[in-house]
């Protein structure tokens, strides 16, 4: 059963910290986002890639974090220094775009982070 | 304004009941997904819609172009039923700008 895959599902950390998750796509999909969600904001779009190019990381703090995709099977994203505010549950999907035209999107589980 | 307004914010009804779900988009969006995310849980794709109306089991969706509106439906509600469902308007290719999302809670 193909899933998207994240790691770590939890992390609790120390302000000043590195953090990375991970993100395994689904095999074949050529798109792959990161999003944000916390009680205040909701769900926020970090970045996306298309065949591993950054399409669009507008939506990311761009002194701390930085997203990567070093091949097909395996998405990053970093933070470095951590704070307090980037506690939140971190959710990578991806999906199939063929023509310009969006597919079915799936969500991975989560990485929840905590920054003390 | 938000591109994307969803309705209600909280709903809370008996089980068994019709719910209607409803969200309206601005211009850009070319679809939207219909979202399910479970107290705690991870994030499903109910629905992908561009135009009329989608079924699975109990619900179903629809989409009116023109109007720019979507609905989510929910025949004979069961309390597993109750999470928060998210309309997701895509532009583009993908990108998703979200709703706030409504929060369905369904008692037995």
């Known amino acids: 059963d193909a899933r998207v895959t994240q790691t770590p599902r939890h992390k609790v950390t120390e302000m000043g910290q590195e953090v990375t998750m991970r993100c395994q796509p689904i095999l074949g999909h050529n798109t792959v986002f990161w999003y944000r969600q916390t009680m205040m904001q909701g769900l926020e779009l970090l970045a996306y890639f298309r065949n591993r190019a950054p399409l669009d990381d507008s939506g990311m703090p761009k002194d701390r974090f930085s997203a990567e995709m070093p091949d097909a099977t395996l998405a990053t994203l970093k933070i470095q220094p951590s704070e307090p505010r980037d506690s939140a549950v971190y959710f990578c999907?991806?999906?199939?775009?063929?023509?310009?035209?969006?597919?079915?999107?799936?969500f991975g589980e989560g990485s929840r982070l905590t920054v003390l | 304004k938000n591109e994307v307004e969803q309705s209600p914010q909280n709903l809370t009804a008996q089980e068994g009941e019709f719910i209607t779900i409803n969200c309206s988009y601005s211009?850009?969006?070319?679809?939207l997904h219909w979202l399910q995310q479970h107290p705690g849980g991870g994030i499903v794709s109910l629905f992908m819609?561009?135009?009329g109306k989608k079924k699975h089991g109990r619900l179903i969706a629809t989409i009116n172009i023109q109007e720019k509106h979507s609905s989510l439906h929910i025949t004979a509600s069961h309390p597993r039923d109750s999470a928060v469902y998210i309309c997701a308007g895509i532009q583009g290719a993908q990108k998703l700008v979200f709703g706030q999302g409504t929060r369905l809670t369904i008692n037995p």
């Open positions: 819609l561009s135009s």
């Open positions: 999907a991806s999906g199939l775009v063929v023509g310009g035209k969006p597919g079915e999107l799936f």
């Open positions: 211009v850009g969006i070319s679809a």
